[in-house]
C-alpha cells in the first residue's frame, strides 16, 4: 500500500501565494514522477505541474511563470509553491505520484485533495 498526504491548502486574496506539500509513504521502493492536478467545481481533472526523479519539471501553460514545482531531498516528497495566484487557480488540487513498489509493481497513486480558494 501507498498513501499520499498533502497539506497547505486554504483561502488567499488574488495575487497571494500558497504552498502545497505531498510525502508518499508506504510499500515504495522508487518514484518516478510526481505531480500536482486539480479539479473546478463542474470541470474536468487537469494537470499542474509534474516533476521526475531527475528533477524536470512540466507546467500547464496557465501557470507557467507563477508557479514551482520541487521534489524534496528524500525524493519522496513534492512541494507546489503558488504565487501571483488568481481566482480561476480555486480548485481542489490533488498529489499524484508514479510509484514502483516493492513487489516491483508500478502504479498511479493519488492523495485526497486539498482546496484551494483565491478570492477577495
Known amino acids: 500500500q501507498v498513501q499520499l498526504v498533502e497539506s497547505g491548502g486554504g483561502l488567499v486574496q488574488p495575487g497571494g501565494s500558497l504552498r502545497l506539500s505531498c510525502a508518499a509513504s508506504g510499500s515504495i521502493f522508487s518514484i518516478n514522477a510526481m505531480g500536482w492536478y486539480r479539479q473546478a467545481p463542474e470541470k474536468q481533472r487537469e494537470l499542474v505541474a509534474t516533476?521526475?526523479?531527475?528533477?524536470?519539471?512540466n507546467y500547464a501553460d496557465s501557470v507557467k511563470g507563477r508557479f514551482t514545482v520541487s521534489r524534496g531531498n528524500a525524493k519522496n516528497t513534492v512541494y507546489l509553491q503558488m504565487d501571483s495566484l488568481k481566482p480561476e487557480d480555486t480548485a481542489v488540487y490533488y498529489c499524484?505520484?508514479?510509484?514502483?513498489?516493492?513487489?516491483?509493481?508500478?502504479?498511479?497513486?493519488w492523495g485526497q485533495g486539498t482546496q484551494v480558494t483565491v478570492s477577495s
Open positions: 516533476i521526475t526523479s531527475g528533477g524536470i519539471a
Open positions: 499524484n505520484a508514479n510509484v514502483r513498489s516493492v513487489f516491483f509493481h508500478t502504479d498511479d497513486y
